[in-house]
């Protein structure tokens, strides 16, 4: 298990890592998020060949991409992070066909 400051440092260390490699302008914003969307095929393609080893390389290149990504935003992952659990945490909803769907969703087909 990764702790608070170890995730920390690992966030600091890959913003350090664009920085260096002028990755951080804002104006690069596109060519990252289609880096993201690269590495996510990758991810999917690593997971539909039951390829561990790869997927665990693939996602931490995902979210490397989105933490560059979200530093050329001016946002950070904890914030975005926080973001989101606050939306999902107290989400009540089921699951259908592997999918967790959200009780507004739910409402919404029955409407």
């Known amino acids: 298990m990764v702790s608070?400051?170890?995730?920390?440092?690992?966030?600091?260390?890959?913003?350090?890592?664009?920085?260096?490699?002028?990755?951080?302008?804002?104006e690069l914003s596109n060519r990252q998020l289609i880096k993201f969307f690269e590495e996510a095929g990758e991810l999917a393609q690593d997971f539909s060949k039951g390829n561990r080893a790869h997927m665990i390389d693939s996602i931490g290149d995902v979210f490397v991409t989105l933490t560059i990504f979200a530093k050329q935003q001016g946002i950070t992952m904890n914030q975005a992070l926080e973001k989101a659990y606050s939306h999902i945490k107290d989400r009540q909803g089921k699951l259908v066909n592997g999918t967790f769907i959200k009780n507004a969703d739910l409402n919404k087909k029955e409407e």
């Not at 440092?9 to 990755?23: D, F, M, P, T, V």
Request: hydrophobic share 40%.
């Open 4 to 26: 608070k400051q170890e995730l920390d440092e690992l966030n600091q260390n890959i913003i350090a890592w664009g920085a260096k490699r002028k990755l951080l302008n804002k």
